[in-house]
């Protein structure tokens, strides 16, 4: 079984420009979590969606946002880039099913710098 | 406030050793995880515990819902041990992760 794909796996912005990332889940899981890795602030929840709904939310501005499809690939999309949005962006795909978090499966993230 | 502590922050060890990373959180839990991250930044979940112990390996995790705190285990450890180690929890009611700042273990042959 194929694991979770995101693309592009690097990207390199400026600021004010907006960006658009994807990711791909396993056959067969519904919810597509993404998150956001700095040096400084860890690892961070950025939201969550299951059956093409936003089912959770983190703590970012409302340029960060994102969408389900039907298949269950998912985007998030970042507007009006700051230099401080360069991270690492993972996205982890599950079940979904239970009504606490599953076991999350991983994609390798995309690394996106903003000039 | 919801917070995950991790300690300690960096660990060297020599081949073989017995390996403790330790993890506490603020209130009550749902879940929580452990988390490998290699270089280059793919992660692997190890663990997901709401009580008790679980073993996978080399590799056990404890967790005390009472004390509010977790530890993971590596016996023997390895070289390819080498990563950074994540706990993340799902704090009651919340249904999200929030993640420890980390514990990169350097295990030298």
């Known amino acids: 079984k194929a694991g979770v794909t995101q693309t592009p796996r690097y990207l390199i912005k400026t600021r004010g420009q907006q960006v658009t990332l994807s990711c791909s889940p396993i056959s067969g899981h519904r919810s597509v979590s993404w998150y956001q890795q700095t040096p400084g602030q860890g690892l961070q929840f950025l939201f969550e969606y299951f059956s093409e709904t936003q089912r959770n939310k983190g703590n970012f501005p409302g340029r960060f946002s994102g969408r389900q499809f039907s298949n269950s690939r998912s985007e998030m999309n970042v507007s009006t880039l700051e230099l401080g949005d360069s991270a690492l962006y993972l996205c982890?795909?599950?079940?979904?099913?239970?009504?606490?978090?599953?076991?999350?499966?991983f994609g390798p993230g995309t690394r996106l710098t903003v000039l | 406030k919801n917070e995950v502590e991790q300690s300690p922050q960096n660990l060297t060890a020599q081949e073989g050793e017995f390996i403790t990373i330790n993890c506490s959180y603020s209130v009550g839990i749902s879940a929580l995880h452990w988390l490998q991250q290699h270089p280059g930044g793919g992660i692997v979940s190890l663990f997901m515990?709401?009580?008790g112990k679980k073993k996978h390996g080399r590799l056990i995790a404890t967790i005390n819902i009472q004390e509010k705190h977790s530890s993971l285990h590596i016996t023997a450890s390895h070289p390819r041990d080498s990563a950074v180690y994540i706990c993340?929890?799902?704090?009651?009611?919340?249904?999200?992760?929030?993640f420890g700042q980390g514990t990169r273990l350097t295990i030298n042959p």
């Open positions: 982890a795909s599950s079940l979904g099913v239970s009504g606490s978090t599953d076991t999350q499966y």
């Open positions: 993340a929890v799902e704090f009651q009611g919340a249904q999200k992760l929030v």
């Open positions: 515990l709401s009580s």
